[in-house]
């Protein structure tokens, strides 16, 4: 178990932080010209991260929105391999590689703590990694060498249970883990212009303030999901929703602070940390109109 081999840490200055980020469209950071252009200011935003950090991760724990199962599911390869889940960019985008290892310790230990919490789990001894993973680990650890970890959604992406589950995971953070919820946090495709911007900041605004609420109004804010404005347009498929749910329960009482707002093809996209505040976190102090203006 990975508790034998790395020492819990009770401190809350070295306890790890938690994220939900988003994680941009298809294979963009192994891409160059425009299509990776839009991504610039999320590429700043997540090479930043190791930064934000106490100290190097001994592993990571990625919940992405692109694996979903009847059941919680938790990849054990140590070796794992890419699942090219995207369709129309060039054929190179479909021989690249993100060569971290994978941690059939760390694998072991997530089973046991949701078995601990009465969740079945299921062990996919095969699964690669697929781009909610290795488009945000490719930016953050371009040099792929910290073990990697993937943990599925389970159907039918009830929001109460993800944070339950979340919460079941909190005590990694003090063993070196770093948790990852990657989705995006507005994922509707079909709208552009003015309407995508004035339809996401509403829905990005009641986000921002629901996950900068207290930890019980986070939680009950959270769980009502599909209450806020432009719920469903922002999410027909909950599913790059829901690891936020489960960041949101591995952070416990711990506040979150933006760490990237932008525009990405018109849409209003943020993403948070949850742990010990960043006293540099511009993102808390401006919306994001506000920044926008300012940039240009």
């Not at 950071?29 to 190791?50: H, K, N, V, Y």
């Not at 724990?61 to 129309?88: C, K, N, R």
């Not at 943990?151 to 249970?161: T, Y």
């Not at 509403?202 to 609420?213: E, G, I, K, M």
């Amino acid at each position: 178990m990975l508790d034998k081999i790395i020492p819990a840490r009770t401190d809350p200055d070295t306890r790890m932080p938690v994220y939900y980020l988003s994680h941009g469209g298809g294979p963009w950071p192994f891409m160059e010209g425009p299509f990776r252009a839009m991504f610039t200011q999320l590429e700043r935003s997540l090479q930043d991260i190791p930064r934000q950090l106490p100290a190097p991760p001994r592993a990571l724990l990625v919940i992405s929105g692109h694996w979903e199962e009847a059941q919680f599911t938790v990849s054990t390869a140590p070796q794992p391999g890419m699942i090219y889940d995207y369709a129309g960019f060039p054929e190179s985008m479909y021989q690249i590689h993100y060569p971290a290892p994978g941690s059939p310790e760390l694998a072991a230990q997530v089973a046991a703590l949701l078995e601990k919490s009465g969740w079945p789990v299921g062990i996919d001894p095969v699964r690669g990694f697929d781009h909610g993973t290795y488009s945000l680990l490719k930016p953050l650890y371009p040099d792929a060498r910290i073990p990697v970890v993937q943990l599925s959604l389970r159907s039918p992406l009830d929001p109460a249970e993800h944070i339950n589950v979340g919460r079941a995971l909190t005590p990694l953070r003090d063993q070196g883990v770093l948790i990852l919820g990657s989705g995006q946090s507005f994922h509707t495709m079909h709208i552009r212009g003015t309407q995508a911007r004035q339809v996401s900041e509403t829905f990005d605004a009641w986000l921002r303030h629901s996950v900068q609420a207290e930890p019980d109004a986070r939680a009950a804010a959270l769980i009502e999901w599909e209450f806020a404005p432009n719920a469903r347009i922002a999410h027909p498929h909950a599913d790059h929703l829901m690891p936020l749910h489960v960041a949101v329960g591995a952070a416990g009482n711990d506040l979150a602070s933006c760490v990237f707002s932008d525009y990405i093809a018109d849409l209003a996209t943020s993403a948070y940390r949850f742990g010990k505040h960043l006293e540099d976190s511009t993102f808390d102090t401006l919306s994001l109109h506000e920044r926008h203006l300012h940039r240009h």
